[in-house]
């Protein structure tokens, strides 16, 4: 049965068995937005306000239940965004996430495969793009049964099969982005050395990084990377994301 996921503001998505979110997308989130915010903090406990950056045009590559768009029109009041998605089920309830939570003037959702995304979206028009991509590389064992979770899960190079690689996502974003528009990534940290290669082949210079810890001391259990269209060499790393901090 579909349930409704509250987000604040009068904000949320819509969720099945199937297609759901977890922290790793709200990570992302917040890690996308920041060039464009202020943080809420114990320091700064206001809340969210823009920087002098400007965030128009957004996709999200793979939205699931249309988390990240939803976050985004929340935090950022000017944003349209195009939200692809190549499961059906999962794009209708991105779709009724966006209507339910008023922002149907501001994101659109296409039923659509990354790959083939010349088809429905213009090159070099968009600020920021993000994904949150199958984690298990292409070969890996233990393939789960169910399509939505082998899709959402593991890499495919096979056109004839609905899915993408992580080289895929990259390119899809590099074609999308304008001159200096960030590509927003979650990953597995084993797969560090995977991202940052992919992203620079596809012109998208790693800029930024960020780990997520369950506690101090603790291996990192998530990356969170930006790669820049057209940058220079020059990786920031930023302080982890911690479970006991403000994010």
Not at 144 to 164: F, K, M, N, V
Request: include cysteine.
């Amino acid at each position: 049965m579909d349930r409704w996921e509250p987000l604040g503001g009068g904000t949320g998505v819509w969720m099945s068995e199937e297609h759901r979110f977890g922290e790793d997308a709200l990570l992302l989130a917040r890690f996308s937005l920041s060039p464009y915010t202020v943080p809420d903090s114990p320091a700064n406990p206001a809340p969210l306000v823009k920087k002098g950056l400007s965030l128009r045009r957004a996709a999200d590559l793979g939205t699931g239940c249309g988390i990240l768009p939803v976050l985004w029109c929340r935090e950022q009041p000017d944003v349209q965004v195009e939200a692809l998605e190549i499961q059906a089920q999962a794009a209708e309830l991105a779709r009724r996430s966006v209507q339910d939570s008023g922002f149907a003037r501001r994101i659109r959702v296409w039923q659509a495969d990354l790959r083939r995304w010349r088809d429905w979206l213009e090159p070099g028009t968009m600020d920021l793009a993000a994904m949150n991509p199958p984690y298990f590389p292409l070969g890996s064992g233990g393939v789960p049964p169910s399509p939505s979770a082998r899709i959402a899960r593991h890499e495919t190079a096979d056109p004839h099969l609905p899915g993408c690689t992580l080289a895929d996502a990259a390119g899809a974003a590099s074609g999308l982005l304008r001159p200096g528009g960030r590509f927003c990534i979650c990953h597995r940290p084993e797969r560090l050395a995977d991202v940052l290669a992919v992203l620079r082949v596809a012109g998208l210079e790693p800029k930024r990084l960020r780990f997520a810890q369950k506690a101090p001391g603790c291996p990192p259990w998530l990356l969170l990377c930006e790669g820049r269209k057209g940058g220079k060499p020059g990786l920031k790393m930023e302080p982890p994301f911690l479970p006991d901090k403000n994010h």
